[in-house]
């Protein structure tokens, strides 16, 4: 039996959590009118809490009148449409599930009852129950489905998922190590190809239970039933309406074709305010909308915007239809263009506020266990803020706007660190010619460098107005290092840039990359405040890019 707290509720400095001592908490009592009647339930439920002892001297008597007020007030009011969003009650229900021994049983009966769906109380709480039971998949399917609806508070329950995956993640390192006595797994790291067939329709079949709970996941087995095929090219599709879901998508034009995809924007229900980017696949590939789902789970609600967004995807049996935001300015690489067009480079102001950005988004991707796999400037899109830029912007650990800069959008390639053994490292190819990290060239094994050696390639185009090369020199405590072919201008702020491409183009194969990331951020941002005259000519620059790239 599980042993309950005996605090009462109404003592000074009492916990608020109910007797699973890990099970967050809602107050017992609040503020209620003398006519509410689960009000006598709680202050009887509180004195028998009270009374019940713990351990071997538990009170059985005190535990059945407990069993009974429980049992009494769900039996009825449970049921009450007016207390179906009552937090009082869901914490009724929870203590009931822990006494009786009931949960798997109480979580069912609220999940069709559809009631308290919208609290992370309920899923924190059942996930623990599981913890508790050994049945670890099972907690994290149903810390997934809480955070996929959104559960309130959000960050909360997102936290505290993310504190379940690294215990989780550290327990089974132990286990794994435990079992291999020559302790291979720190020697020998294992080495997977992340974007193989095999590798991919092995994680697809992984993942494939969460994929159903997830919201906005709709699935069918037949054929796509539109007039107009989907595989069609833009001039055959142009202003076709596309019915998905109850909703019509008119396709306005295109805003980027793959090797895999084609990217249309299009309006939604006949509302031109209302713009939409639909990515269109065949075969049908859901697997970057569970990348996005995973965003939504482990990036913070000021943070999220960074990554782009996605609604929904519809799954046919020969095509899927991922519908996503869409932003009307344009890509990091429409901007590095719109200089080299009139014969200059980018300002190394402008230079350095997207570095900041990119360094930023890697360093919140790469602490959330996930690697984008596919980091260029064509899938970097331009935000604006609504207001100037200033030296506190820069400053500020949080920010204090969202859809600041960049988002990073097309995660087809993203790599979901939670789906492989700790220390796994990658050898794959990811083809994209001048994107490919030096581990790629050289055929060694790689993890973050497929994300930083993308940000140093950026770096370079917006710099030099060129693709890099680098090149092999002597490293100044011996052995080797990698940079840039092209020599830095003097009047650049030489030492920042220097560090920048010697720190990522030469970092470890293993292990995070985070602080690294967090640190030469720090370099920059402290430059761009040591004169306020920066922050005005930047506020300036991005008005004008504004101005002249502007899409209607």
Same mark, same amino acid.
């Given at each position: ?14 916990? @608020? ?15 209620? %009118? ?28 005190? =535990? ?12 009825? /009011?449970?049921?009450?449409? %007016?207390? +179906? ?20 049983? !109480? ?17 924190? +709480?059942?996930? *623990? ?12 399917? !149903? ?86 095929? =989907?595989? @069609?090219?833009?001039?055959? =599709? ?15 034009? @295109? ?36 990348? /996005? ?15 782009? /967004? ?13 519908? #996503? ?25 402008? #230079? ?12 919140? *991707? ?50 979901? *660190? ?31 460098? !497929?994300?930083? /050696? ?16 680098? %090149? ?56 761009? #405040?040591?004169?306020?005259?920066? !922050? ?17």
């Amino acid at each position: 039996m599980v042993i309950l707290d005996r605090t009462p509720a109404s003592a000074p400095g009492a916990p @608020s959590s109910p007797p699973r001592k890990s099970t967050p908490g809602v107050p017992w009592e609040e503020a209620s %009118q003398p006519s509410d009647p689960i009000l006598p339930y709680l202050r009887s439920i509180s004195k028998a809490m009270d009374e019940l002892g713990t351990g071997p001297q538990c009170d059985a008597s005190a =535990l059945d009148r407990l069993k009974c007020y429980l049992t009494e007030c769900i039996r009825k /009011y449970g049921d009450e449409y %007016q207390y +179906s969003t009552d937090p009082r009650l869901l914490k009724i229900w929870i203590l009931y599930a822990d006494v009786t021994e009931t949960f798997p049983k !109480v979580y069912k009966q609220l999940e069709e009852k559809r009631m308290f769906l919208e609290h992370g109380l309920l899923y924190e +709480s059942y996930a *623990l129950y599981l913890c508790a039971e050994g049945r670890i998949e099972e907690a994290d399917r !149903v810390y997934v489905t809480g955070i996929s609806r959104k559960a309130e508070p959000l960050d909360h329950l997102k936290e505290t998922h993310l504190m379940f995956l690294k215990h989780l993640e550290h327990f089974v390192e132990e286990a794994d190590v435990d079992s291999q006595p020559s302790k291979k797994l720190k020697n020998e790291p294992s080495v997977v190809d992340p974007w193989s067939a095999c590798t991919m329709n092995s994680l697809l079949e992984t993942i494939n239970g969460d994929l159903r709970t997830f919201i906005g996941y709709h699935k069918s087995n037949k054929v796509y039933y539109g007039k107009v095929p =989907l595989t @069609s090219s833009l001039n055959v =599709l142009r202003n076709k309406v596309i019915e998905l879901g109850g909703r019509k998508y008119q396709i306005k034009g @295109s805003t980027g074709t793959g090797a895999f995809a084609k990217v249309y924007k299009s309006t939604v229900d006949g509302n031109a305010e209302e713009m939409v980017a639909l990515k269109i696949q065949s075969p049908p590939f859901p697997w970057e909308f569970y990348m /996005y789902r995973q965003l939504d789970m482990r990036i913070s609600e000021v943070e999220r915007p960074s990554f782009g /967004y996605a609604h929904e995807i519809h799954i046919f049996s020969d095509v899927s239809v991922l519908v #996503c935001d869409y932003l009307p300015y344009g890509t990091l690489l429409d901007v590095i263009n719109s200089h080299l067009v009139v014969g200059r480079y980018m300002d190394e102001v402008l #230079c350095m506020y997207y570095t900041i950005e990119m360094l930023k988004i890697l360093e919140t *991707l790469h602490s959330a266990g996930m690697i984008h796999g596919d980091f260029k400037p064509d899938n970097l899109l331009i935000c604006y803020l609504s207001g100037e830029i200033t030296e506190e912007t820069f400053r500020s650990e949080t920010r204090d706007e969202q859809n600041q800069g960049l988002s990073l959008v097309d995660w087809g390639r993203g790599i979901d *660190l939670k789906l492989f053994r700790a220390g796994t490292e990658f050898r794959g190819d990811c083809g994209t010619s001048g994107f490919r990290c030096v581990e790629m060239q050289e055929h060694r094994n790689w993890t973050y460098q !497929v994300d930083t /050696y993308g940000l140093c390639a950026i770096v370079h185009m917006m710099l030099y107005g060129a693709p890099m090369s680098v %090149q092999k020199v002597p490293g100044a405590g011996g052995g080797y290092e990698y940079q840039p072919k092209a020599p830095f201008k003097r009047y650049w702020n030489v030492e920042l840039w220097k560090k920048l491409f010697s720190t990522l183009l030469n970092a470890p194969s293993n292990g995070s990359d985070v602080a690294v990331l967090r640190g030469l951020r720090a370099a920059f941002r402290e430059h761009m #405040c040591s004169n306020r005259q920066l !922050v005005g000519k930047l506020n300036q620059m991005l008005a004008k890019q504004k101005a002249s790239l502007c899409s209607s």
